[in-house]
């Protein structure tokens, strides 16, 4: 059994686990601590350390970060303290973990894991993954190819720049939405970027997904499919891992 450790920075929390990269699921306990406020880079670094240290797995890790990354370079910071701007974080982590770390948005890392292992395995065409938390991240695929760093959140909608802003997990909680009203919020964010990326399968991800028959009936479309991430929360995760692989 090949196995990685796949670790998914988010904007409230950073997870981790020891994945099975054949079978695309957690072998470990899925581990689990707040993101450090400030999450400046060398308190984000701490809590990574103490995950990995914890998990106790040999080899590569593979970590999706919430951020435009380009050669390992941070280039924005939407859900992170601005200070990672300009970090090389792939050598950041890289000497703090004390072996080879393999970088990735941390959206594009669970489109992956939803393209190989769940809901858009075999799927051909345009994939687009949304992932409804803190923020709201994307990642698109052409005939399983990712297309990086997309960040459909950074759209504006109805006056809202980003739109992540108020269409969001993070957002739901904060105006106090059920989980209806927010669907009704969900469906013209989703409504958007169908408009702008027209994909052949919309997969709904972030932990939203645990909760889909609560709002799901707001974002189907008769244009389009939409369904629910398959390997929900940990998808992050687990893509991290497999591109800890190689993949």
Known sequence: MATRIGVDVGGSGVKAGVVDIEAGKLVSDRLRVDTPQPSTPPAVVAAVRELVDRLDEPGTVGIGFPSVIRHGVVYTANNVDRSWIGVNALETFEDAVGREVRLINDADAAGLAECRYGAAMGVSGVVLVITFGTGIGSA????????????????????????????????????????????VRAREFITLAYEVLNPDL??????????WDRFARHVTFDEVPTTPAALANNAGIIGAAAVAFGD
């Open 140 to 183: 698109l695929f052409l005939d399983g190819k990712l297309m990086p760093n997309t960040e459909a959140g950074q759209l504006e909608l109805n006056g809202a720049r980003p739109a992540e802003i108020k269409y969001s997990a993070k957002a739901r909680r904060k105006d106090n939405l059920s989980w209806d009203e927010w669907g």
């Open 202 to 211: 919309i997969v709904i991800g972030g932990g939203v997904s645990k909760f």
